[in-house]
DNA sequence: ATAACAGTTAACAATATGTTAATCATCAAT
DNA sequence: ATTGATGATTAACATATTGTTAACTGTTAT
């Protein structure tokens, strides 16, 4: 490729010193707190140790530093597939939601250079979590709640990518079924609002007779049925409570015809 | 700084070719169509035509083809900073409502190499627009329908990224006071159905009834009043109508209680 | 038995919506 | 100046959805 029929001189311009691909993974855990109870949920940030040295044996930048996992990008794969990758290799885990939330490109925020971060987050539902196997390279890994992870030193600039990501993971809990994501594939009406008010600050989701009476209604769950049979579990109370599941329906909203 | 100290060294990764900022301005242009009539209006996106040559007199890459406003980002910027920038250089336009909704990194995407763009939609209020002034280097510069921008051959993946924007700025309008920054400050409810008629695609928008009804119950706009008397203006019509404006409401929606 | 409790359904007043029609102010044509 | 057209606004009313409180249903623990 001939620089000069292109017309680009790729000398003339400072080009990035590199790209790196972050995700912020989420998950909900659930603590019992006795037999028949819904457990409490609490929503928790998967970070990373930052070691001592590099591969090489070099000190390392951020070194014991909590931080989003991620890493550098190759030429020949996108940040999403990168971030794809990265999750792979730092949970063992496969098939999640990940999203594209934002780019953080400030001088300054990386201390070896300009250099990019594409943030993503994922979602990691707590059943899975299970499978979490150790980092091939003995990292340590460890979960922390909203409230622990702000008092943390992170590194570089991760703090305020997390405060984004927990910004855009309470909108899309608003307005698609990210939830879902979560949950398992069958859950119990109790579980969504908890899952949801881990996230979300609504109070109208805390009212019981509310949320109760509305949700069987919502066009994008449906009940479980089975042979003509409403499928129901006692898994969470001494009751069978009706078992639902999303379905594919894509719901719309708009602030001018909601109620307020 | 010392490279063994931080342990990297850049050399070990190859690092990308170019990092741009590309702008998808959009503006709602307005057609009159006879006195006392509300004109028609019509979404537009700006482009800009490549030019032959670069500065340096050499063939440029995808010359001649029509493309999104944006160019290399530098270092001691960021890419809303370089699109604010980029902004004003091509049309002399400032403080606009811009947002980052998307970064494209595929290899292949530029010939020149590795090349990323930190893709941005901006709007433009029509009456901002009469300001535009030619751009200092002289390049074509013109509005495109929806229609008509897609049957273009556009440079680069400026087809899918605008497509991208296109559906950002729906979702936008559907869920943000977006709408606020097509209109003038003090606006008439039909000029707002047009803005958003013109975006989105609600059936129930389209009723007058229902939407000159719920309107001014909205909370996020509000009627304009001078010394106790309402504003009118018969800008559109015959018949005075009342003057809104948006005031700093910040509505928040839920798929979960919204109805269907 | 019965108290406790999550889940569910019922009841009903208050509010909002979907729909159709009336009213109002103004201009333009007769 | 009467009439008709037009866009903005209000009225009217049946229907549907909320907010709220209360009752009912299985099941377990006492």
Redesign the interface.
Known sequence: ?S????????SK???????TSDIAVFTIISTEVGPYKPPEKELKIMLIKRAE??K?G????ERGKWALPGG?????E??YDAAVRELREETGIDGLKIK?F??Y???GRD????I?S?AHYAIVPENKLVKRKAADDAEEVALFSMDEVFQLELAFDHKKIIEDALWFIKKDM????LAKNFLPKEFVLSELQGV?LTV?D?P??KLDS??FR??PT???IEKVVKDGEPQKTNRWSKNKAQLYRFNDFD??????????
């Open positions: 490729m620089e000069t029929l292109l017309g680009y001189d790729a311009y400072r080009t990035p010193d590199g790209y040295k590099t090489e070099e000190l390392n930048i550098f990008i190759k030429p020949e996108t940040a594209h934002g780019v490109d400030k001088l201390q070896r250079g300009w990019l594409n608003s307005l698609t079924t949801l979300m609504d109208w989701l509310q949320f509305k949700a919502l066009p994008f719901p719309y909203v708009s602030i001018y015809n909601a109620k307020y």
